[in-house]
T-cell receptor
């Protein structure tokens, strides 16, 4: 089936640093979604992207829908302790089901 | 964003019993709801897609007779794990969408432990 390659799998950074993670696919997607999941909770939607080239911000978070429609990245600026968690990208082709990346586990050292 | 409420958040049941998990969209009508299973430190694995008023579509390898899904209204879907076994212990998460091309919002998840 379809797969998204999300990288890195884990990140260990210092508080205040910027973070960048990305997802790539061999297939074209029409929608890219970025979620954050805290332990024992469901994923929370951070940013939704619907157009190739679209760049969208949500506070300190910025995500872009790649021009080729086969990739997307998420940046977090000036990280803070509450940014700790697992970040998932998800892509969708038209009305098809969401395909999830493997997740990026973010750990922040104070 | 839209709110999806999942209940219960945790449940412990004995082997052989059945457990029902509810997923409600609180402030929007969800034409489509999805049920996922998540293993520790893994990504979400789609189990089935349910559309209001019709039978659920199960992913390959998911036993439809074991994981019964009902989507009787635009705000409620239920997942019933029948004749539960310890290997069914997992984190189950639902999501709801206002349409097939729109964002999906997730419930809080249900931690099922079968003893």
């Amino acid at each position: 089936g379809q797969q998204l390659n999300q990288s890195p799998q884990s990140m260990f950074i210092q508080e205040g640093e910027d973070v960048s993670m990305n997802c790539t696919s061999s297939s074209i997607f029409n929608t890219w979604l970025w979620y954050k999941q805290d332990p024992g909770e469901g994923p929370v939607l951070l940013i939704a992207l619907y157009k190739a080239g679209e760049l969208t911000s949500n506070g300190r978070l910025t995500a872009q829908f790649g021009i080729t429609r086969k990739d997307s990245f998420l940046n977090i600026s000036a990280s803070i302790p509450s940014d700790v968690g697992i970040y998932f990208c998800a892509g969708r082709q038209g009305a098809q089901k969401l395909v999830f990346g493997q997740g990026t586990r973010l750990t922040i050292n104070p | 964003g839209a709110v999806v409420s999942q209940h219960p958040s945790r449940v412990i049941c004995k082997s052989g019993t059945s457990v029902k998990i509810e997923c409600r969209s609180l402030d929007f009508q969800a034409t489509t709801m999805f049920w996922y299973r998540q293993f520790p430190k893994k990504s979400l694995m789609l189990m089935a897609t349910s559309n209001e008023g019709s039978k659920a579509t199960y992913e390959q390898g998911v036993e439809k007779d074991k994981f019964l899904i009902n989507h009787a209204s635009l705000t409620l879907s239920t997942l019933t794990v029948t004749s539960a076994h310890p290997e069914d212990s997992s984190f189950y998460i639902c999501s709801a969408s206002t349409g097939p091309r729109r964002e999906a919002f997730f419930g809080q998840g249900t931690r099922l432990t079968v003893v």
